[in-house]
């Protein structure tokens, strides 16, 4: 079978994942429709969840990290009364429990006591690594997996609705923090367990209002011949929209020459920074320390920005 041939691109696209899909798969599927050589993902959603994947092609990769610690909002839907092995509706019955009669102020007194940095003990069936291997592959085996406390952030927590046994709620949180630990954690604190039948991701920073394609508007255009690649490359973002949030340093010709070449040179702030050459190009990650700006991870466009 005739394969066509992977290209390079650079940029960002922000896909809205459909249910059903692990990222690795909505990854692999837009990668093929693209024929990009080099693509990746920031920050995992589970099959069950919507909503917004960046993916990164090509010289993006390199921004993948900053990315992935970012900030982030869902909107989720949780189902009382029952507890289940992955906290959400793909996995097995553990317990049932009878829901008690519950009220808005009621819940949303539970809900105050998990916003803040909180304790929160991830899924044992999660895509962390124990021992060099995904938690998942050790919990289908049967095997006892251990999973300790870690500390996370909760920026916001806001009841949307009640109904009967389903809470919808809404969630700002930082990176790290799951979601089907958070539900399932406020359900025991309600006394009655739960777990998430619905979750969406909204944003993450610094897509804060983004415009998300979805996978089958990708496919329909790759279905159609006639506007080819350039219509599916006119949806990308460049790489600087995922660099907004992060402090800039503006370099003349000279000196954007330089860091091009590796040297580091005299210049103020400290800390991770991008840095630009005069026609607004990124050139890369830079890091400042004792009055020097040190390269960190330059883009390859840099030596001719």
């Not at 390199?62 to 793909?90: C, N, P």
């Not at 008690?100 to 895509?127: F, N, T």
């Not at 219509?231 to 800039?248: F, H, I, T």
Request: glycine share 10%; hydrophobic share 40%; aromatic share 4%.
């Amino acid at each position: 079978m005739h394969r066509p041939p992977l290209r390079s691109l650079d940029g960002l696209l922000l896909l809205d994942k459909p249910a059903g899909l692990s990222s690795n798969a909505a990854l692999q599927r837009v990668r093929r429709h693209y024929r990009a050589g080099k693509a990746g993902h920031t920050g995992s959603l589970d099959p069950l969840a919507t909503g917004l994947l960046p993916i990164c092609f090509g010289e993006a990769t390199k921004i993948a990290g900053l990315l992935l610690g970012a900030r982030k909002a869902y909107e989720t839907e949780a189902r009382l009364g029952l507890v289940t092995d992955t906290d959400d509706a793909d996995g097995q019955v553990l317990r049932q429990r009878d829901v008690p009669l519950l009220d808005a102020h009621a819940v949303e007194r539970v809900l105050k006591r998990y916003i803040g940095r909180i304790a929160q003990r991830p899924p044992i069936y999660s895509a962390l690594k124990q021992g060099g291997e995904p938690l998942y592959a050790k919990a289908r085996r049967g095997e006892v997996v251990e999973v300790p406390e870690r500390e996370v952030e909760v920026h916001a927590l806001e009841l949307l609705s009640i109904n009967g046994s389903s809470l919808r709620l809404r969630i700002t949180c930082g990176s790290g923090t799951y979601v089907r630990s958070l539900v399932r954690d406020i359900g025991e604190d309600l006394g009655c367990g739960a777990h998430v039948v619905a979750l969406r991701r909204l944003w993450a920073e610094p897509f804060r209002a983004p415009e998300m394609v979805p996978l089958d508007a990708i496919e329909a255009i790759d279905r159609d011949s006639a506007p080819g690649l350039a219509a599916l490359d006119s949806l990308l973002l460049p790489v600087e929209a995922g660099l907004v949030d992060w402090p800039r340093l503006e370099l003349d010709p000279d000196r954007a020459a330089r860091l091009a070449r590796g040297q580091a040179q005299p210049a103020p702030g400290c800390g991770l920074m991008v840095a630009y050459a005069p026609n607004g190009r990124a050139l890369g990650l830079v890091e400042g320390r004792d009055g020097m700006v040190h390269p960190r991870r330059l883009f390859t466009w840099a030596g001719t920005g």
